[in-house]
C-alpha cells in the first residue's frame, strides 16, 4: 500500500479550499467558541422581532463556523487516523458542537412561547424569509408541545428509554458468543456478524447452512431479554406519542418531516402487488442453483460466478461521465470540475478511513473520499458518492445556508439516480450473455435487498407497534408470528423455519423506529426519476430543480414537484415495474 506522500496531488483532495493552514482553523476556532459563548446573553429576548431576527442570524454565523471547523477536522483525520493532530482537531471540534447544542438548547422552545399570531406574521416579513420554513416547522410543533413542567419529565424520560438501542448493541455486538463453524476445508473458523456475511456467500451449502444455525442459535438462547427489551423500545416509542398526543407511534415518527401516513401504506401496498416479481426471481434462484428445496440461507450466495470487469480510475471517469450524459451540459461540467479541481480524494493510502463518502461544507465546493479498486464496482461507487456531491452542490448553489440541508428521506436518491444511470447505460450497450445476465442478476439483488427487504421490516415495525397499541401482548411467540407471517407472504417458496422466525431479533434498525422504509422509498424514487430523466427534457429540468431544493420544503413535497408522488401507489409502482422487466429478461437468458 501506498504511503500519502506517494500519491500524486492529482488524486488527493485540496481541503486548503476549507482553510488554507491548521492556523486559519485554529482563529476560526477561537472565533466560534467566543461566539457561542456570547450567544447565551440572548436568553430571554427572543419574544421581541429585533431581538429574534438578530439571534438568528448569529446562530447560522455559529452553525457556519461549526460545519467548517468540524469538516475540515474529520477530513485531514480521515487522510491518516494515526496523526494525533487530527485527531485532537476532530475531538475539539466535536466538543465545541455539543458546546453550542447546550448554549443554544433555549431557542426553539423559547420561539414557541411567542404567540402564535405574531410568529406568523413575522415569518412573512422580508428580513425573515431564510428562517421562514424554519419557524413554520416549529410552528407545527405547537399542537405537540406540553408545559414546562411537563416538557421537562418527557427529557428526564428520554435519557434511559433513548438507550435501548445501546444496550442492545452491547448485547449484540459483544455479550453474545456465537461460536465456530467448520469451513469448506474443516477448519474451525470463528462465527461473528462480519463473518456470518461472508459464510453465507460461501459456495459450499453446509458452511451456509452452519452459519446460519449457529447465529440463529445464539439468539434463540437470548430470546426472552431480547423480546423484552424490544418490546420496552416498543412501548417507549407509544409513550412519547400518546403523550405527545398523536394517532401513533408511527405517526409520530412522521410528523417531524411531513410525511402522510399513506407514504408508508402505499409503500407496502405496491410491493405487495409486485410479490409474485420477488417470487419469480427466487424461484430462478434455486433453479440456477441447481437445489430442490430454497432455504434463507440460500439467499446470498452469488447465482453467477464472480465476473472480473477490470477498470482503472481514468476508465471509471470516463465511464461515469458518458452514463450520466442524460444529466445535460452542466452537470457534464461539474463532473469535470470533481475530476480535475481537488474534490476527490481517490487511493487507499496507510491510515486513511476505510469505505467512501461525499461530504462537505458550505461555501465550499463537496468532497468525495474514496479507496478505489481498478474495478467495476468502484466505478459504481464513484458515481454513487458524485451523485451526493452534485446534490449538495446544486442545493448549496441554490439556497441559503438556512435551507441548503436536505434531509435523510431524500439524501440517497441521486446517489441513486446516478446508479441506475449507469446501469441502465451498461445494459444498453452490453450484448454479451454472460456479462449482461451478471450485470442484471447484480441490479436484481440490489433492488432485492434494498426495496423488498426493506419494506418488509417497515412492515413488521407497523404492525408490531400497532400491537402495543392495540393491548396485545409483545411476546416472543405474538413477536416471532408475525415476522413469520410476514416472511411466509414475502419470501413465498422459501422454506420457512424456527430461526428465520427470530430474524427480528437481530436487526438493529428496529430500535429507531420507523427509519428503514426510507430506504425502499428511496430506491423507488431513483428509479422513477431515472426513468422520466431518460424520457426527455421535462424529466431533466424537474430533476435538476430537485437537486436545488435542498431543504426547502418538506421531502413528500420536494418529490412531488420532481414528479414522483410518494402518497399514491403508481409512483412505487413504476420502479417496481423496472424490478420486474429485469426478471423476466434473466429468466430468459438463463432459461
Request: aromatic letters at 12%.
Amino acid at each position: 500500500m501506498s504511503t500519502r506522500n506517494e500519491i500524486a496531488a492529482e488524486f488527493k483532495w485540496q481541503l486548503e479550499d476549507i482553510f488554507p493552514t491548521d492556523e486559519a482553523w485554529e482563529n476560526e476556532f477561537s472565533e466560534a467558541k467566543a461566539g457561542i459563548a456570547a450567544f447565551g446573553a440572548c436568553e430571554g429576548t427572543l419574544g421581541e422581532k429585533a431581538f429574534l431576527l438578530s439571534a438568528l442570524r448569529e446562530l447560522s454565523r455559529i452553525v457556519q463556523f461549526i460545519e467548517r471547523l468540524y469538516v475540515y477536522a474529520h477530513m485531514r483525520r480521515d487522510e491518516d487516523g494515526a496523526k494525533d493532530l487530527y485527531v485532537g482537531m476532530s475531538d475539539r471540534a466535536a466538543g465545541l458542537a455539543a458546546e453550542y447544542a447546550a448554549v443554544a438548547s433555549f431557542v426553539d422552545p423559547e420561539i414557541l412561547e411567542i404567540p402564535a399570531e405574531d410568529l406568523l406574521a413575522w415569518k412573512d416579513e422580508p428580513e425573515f424569509a431564510v428562517f421562514k420554513f424554519h419557524l413554520e416547522k416549529l410552528h407545527r410543533q405547537r399542537a405537540h408541545c406540553l408545559s414546562k413542567g411537563e416538557e421537562k419529565i418527557m427529557a428526564m424520560a428520554s435519557e434511559p428509554l433513548g438507550n435501548l438501542d445501546t444496550i442492545f448493541s452491547m448485547l449484540n455486538n459483544v455479550d453474545i458468543n456465537f461460536g465456530t463453524i467448520k469451513d469448506e476445508n474443516g477448519e474451525e473458523k470463528k462465527l461473528t456478524h462480519g463473518s456470518y456475511g461472508l459464510f453465507l456467500e460461501n459456495p459450499n451449502r453446509e458452511v451456509r447452512k452452519s452459519a446460519y444455525e449457529g447465529i440463529y442459535g445464539a439468539f434463540h438462547k437470548q430470546k426472552n431479554t431480547i423480546t423484552a427489551l424490544y418490546g420496552t423500545s416498543i412501548k417507549s416509542d407509544v409513550f412519547f406519542a400518546r403523550a405527545r398526543g398523536h394517532a401513533g407511534a408511527l405517526e409520530a415518527a412522521l410528523f417531524g418531516k411531513d410525511v402522510p401516513v399513506a407514504v408508508y401504506e402505499q409503500l407496502i401496498a405496491a410491493v405487495h402487488e409486485k410479490l409474485p416479481a420477488l417470487q419469480k426471481y427466487l424461484q430462478l434462484r434455486k433453479k440456477v442453483l441447481g437445489l430442490d428445496d430454497l432455504r434463507f440461507y440460500d439467499l446470498y450466495t452469488p447465482m453467477l460466478a464472480e465476473l472480473e470487469i477490470p477498470m482503472s480510475y481514468a476508465e471509471a471517469q470516463d465511464l461515469v461521465k458518458e452514463a450520466l450524459l442524460p444529466l445535460g451540459e452542466k452537470y457534464q461540467t461539474l463532473l469535470d470540475r470533481s475530476y480535475t479541481e481537488g474534490w476527490i480524494d481517490v487511493y487507499e493510502t496507510d491510515g486513511k478511513r476505510s469505505g467512501a463518502y461525499s461530504w462537505g461544507c458550505y461555501g465550499t465546493h463537496p468532497y468525495v473520499l474514496l479507496n478505489h479498486q481498478e474495478n467495476l464496482d468502484s466505478a459504481f461507487t464513484l458515481a454513487h458518492e458524485l451523485g451526493h456531491a452534485l446534490h449538495s452542490y446544486h442545493s448549496n448553489e441554490a439556497q441559503p445556508q438556512e435551507t441548503a440541508e436536505y434531509e435523510i428521506m431524500v439524501a440517497e436518491v441521486a446517489s441513486t439516480v446516478n446508479e441506475n444511470l449507469l446501469m441502465r447505460h451498461l445494459l444498453e450497450k452490453e450484448t454479451d450473455k454472460q456479462k449482461r445476465a451478471y450485470l442484471l442478476n447484480q441490479y436484481l439483488e440490489m433492488f432485492r435487498t434494498t426495496c423488498f427487504r426493506q419494506t418488509m421490516f417497515a412492515e413488521f415495525e407497523m404492525k408490531s407497534h400497532r400491537m402495543s397499541e392495540n393491548g396485545e401482548p409483545l411476546t416472543v411467540e405474538s413477536l416471532s408470528n408475525l415476522y413469520q407471517s410476514l416472511n411466509a407472504l414475502y419470501y413465498d417458496g422459501v422454506e420457512l423455519d424456527e430461526n428465520i422466525a427470530i430474524e427480528w431479533m437481530r436487526i438493529p434498525h428496529f430500535y429507531r423506529a420507523f427509519y428503514v422504509y426510507q430506504y425502499a422509498t428511496g430506491i423507488c424514487t431513483a428509479v422513477a426519476l431515472a426513468n422520466k430523466i431518460l424520457e426527455g427534457e421535462e424529466g431533466l429540468e424537474k430533476y435538476i430543480r430537485f437537486l436545488q431544493s435542498g431543504g426547502s420544503k418538506f421531502p413528500v413535497e420536494i418529490l412531488q414537484d420532481a414528479g414522483v408522488d410518494l402518497t399514491q401507489k403508481e409512483s412505487i409502482l413504476s420502479a417496481l415495474e423496472v424490478f420486474e422487466k429485469y426478471v423476466d429478461e434473466l429468466c430468459e437468458l438463463l432459461g
